[in-house]
């Protein structure tokens, strides 16, 4: 008996020492960790941002806290964000390499990857988005053939109030997916409606539980656990986004792109077998990452624009008329108009500032022995930029807590952008899809606006501000009223 005490007392002490944790020397400061959980037992993993905006307020700017075993130094507030991601945007511009999302992604693609691979593939992108007038159809036309779909669905449905998760899910993969592939799909397509239910799984499994447990106990990792499904919703999105590949190939005439996809196979035409990272596995993960990156984020943010919109209609009239004196006889906006509408333009800027689509950004670690704000922190550690905290900053914002565009406005009504302003992030690793997502939400807020009323439906009940936390975040599900406004 007493044997199987001792024996009991010391396999706990071996696991103490196994997962012990201890900060190293000069490291920001943080709660104590508890072995093999850290501070994930401290904080609300269903919505975390309440408690590290407290943890902010105790340990300061830049603190630190255990995942698991692992620390991570937490940036709050504007001036630690720009001395970590600007001024030292090559020392803290890394990616985790050993988490469930770096697993899922084979840690190919763009966003999870470092070195020689993530520059290639980011420089590729930029380009390749930026040239996109790619001969023959501009990226402004595409979004705009797009818009064409949603305001003919909303003539249908005028007087009625519709599901609006379905309808901008649907644009938004759909414009990304004329990018990557140069076509659109119709709402009850086969490939739109299961990759994005698969996004959507994926993203709830990387958002729950399963996945921390992933993280904390390396040794459960290939048994039958739930979070095995995200993997199986990857290989079946991989696959078909490989069926796509397969297609493509079939009518590609190498130096005459139609689309992403076409651009990708001729620069692994041109490279040949020269070592470089361009290849066929990669270039799926490549198109999943961007179609990924680029459907909930700005899905989330529209969603969040049209309810602040229908419930906030002095704004929306200001916006309407402001869109009418410009557009004047014209028919439809044009992303050059952006710069005579004042309103609009910081309307559609404090959307995004209160929609806080993506709260702790993607996570970055350091890529060498590096110091901020007076601390030591090593190279490898884990970053997490708290967007949420800056783009909430009280010391940032005239009115940090109400949904004002007075917030994008000078005394002279002119539209001005703080600095403060980061949903995309900044750095070495800011969103490479911000140019498309700026371009997306001004046409299609504006094209709208123009043509229809948004109203909060009779039966909506008490409008509900609170967003669901997640990866990306989303405003609680809502019907969104919509009447003609010549009507
Ligand atoms: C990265 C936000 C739309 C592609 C990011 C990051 C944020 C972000 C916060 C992390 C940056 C960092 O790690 O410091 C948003 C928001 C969007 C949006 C709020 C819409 C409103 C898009 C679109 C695309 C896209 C449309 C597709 C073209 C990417 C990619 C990365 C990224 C590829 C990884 C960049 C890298 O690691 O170098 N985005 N994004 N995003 N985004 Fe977006």
């Known amino acids: 008996m007493l044997g199987s005490v001792i024996l009991l007392w010391i396999g706990f002490g071996l696991l103490f020492l196994l997962f012990r944790t201890r900060r190293p020397k000069n490291f920001p400061p943080g709660p104590r960790p508890v072995p093999i959980f850290g501070n994930l037992l401290q904080l609300n993993m269903a919505n975390p941002l309440n408690d590290l905006r407290k943890l902010s307020e105790r340990y300061g700017k830049v603190y630190s806290i255990y995942i698991g075993s692992m620390p991570a130094v937490v940036l709050n507030g504007l001036q630690a964000m720009k001395e970590a991601l600007v001024t030292q945007s090559v020392e803290f511009a890394g990616r985790p390499e050993d988490l469930m999302v770096n697993h899922l992604s084979e840690s190919k693609g763009i966003v999870l990857t470092n070195g020689a691979m993530w520059k290639e593939h980011r420089r590729f992108a930029l380009t390749t988005l930026r040239n996109f007038g790619l001969g023959k159809r501009s990226m402004e036309e595409r979004i705009l053939g797009e818009i064409s779909y949603i305001a003919s669905h909303l003539e249908n449905n005028a007087g009625k ?126 198109l999943l990452d961007l179609l990924f990156a680029g459907t909930d984020t700005t899905a989330n943010t529209l969603l969040t624009a049209f309810l602040y919109l229908m419930t906030h209609p002095d704004v929306q009239e200001r916006c309407q008329k402001e869109i009418d004196e410009v557009l004047g006889e014209k028919e439809q906006a044009s992303y050059e108009d952006r710069h005579k509408m004042p309103y609009t333009q910081a309307m559609i800027h404090e959307a995004q500032r209160v929609a806080d689509t993506v709260p702790l950004s993607v996570f970055h670690t350091t890529t060498k022995d590096t110091r901020l704000m007076g601390y030591h922190i090593p190279k490898g550690t884990v970053i997490i930029p708290n967007l949420s905290s800056v783009l909430s900053e009280e010391s940032q914002w005239k009115f940090p807590k109400e949904f004002n565009p007075s917030n994008f406005l000078n005394d002279q009504g002119e539209f001005v952008k703080p600095e403060a302003f980061m949903p995309f992030s900044t750095g070495s690793r800011v969103c490479l899809g911000e140019g498309l997502a700026r371009m997306e939400l001004f046409l299609i807020l504006v094209t709208l606006l123009r043509r229809f009323k948004f109203v909060w439906p009779e039966d909506g009940g008490v409008p509900d501000y609170t967003l669901i936390y997640g990866l990306t975040q989303t405003p609680k599900p809502y019907r969104l009223g919509v009447r003609l406004r010549d009507s």
């Open 161 to 286: 109030a519709i599901d609006s998760q379905i309808l901008f899910h649907t644009a938004s993969f759909n414009i990304i997916c004329t990018v990557l592939f140069g076509t659109r799909y119709k709402h009850e397509d086969e490939f739109l409606q299961s990759t994005i239910r698969r996004i959507t799984e994926i993203t709830k499994i990387l958002n729950g539980p399963w996945s921390m447990i992933y993280e904390m106990l390396p040794v459960l990792r290939h048994l039958p656990l739930p979070f095995q499904k995200a993997f199986q919703n990857v290989n079946m999105v991989r696959k078909s986004l490989a069926d796509q590949v397969s297609q493509h190939k079939e009518s590609w005439v190498p130096g005459e792109p139609r689309d992403l996809t076409d651009c990708y196979l001729d620069e692994m035409d041109k490279r040949g077998d020269d070592g470089s990272s361009f290849n066929e596995k990669q270039q799926i993960i490549y």
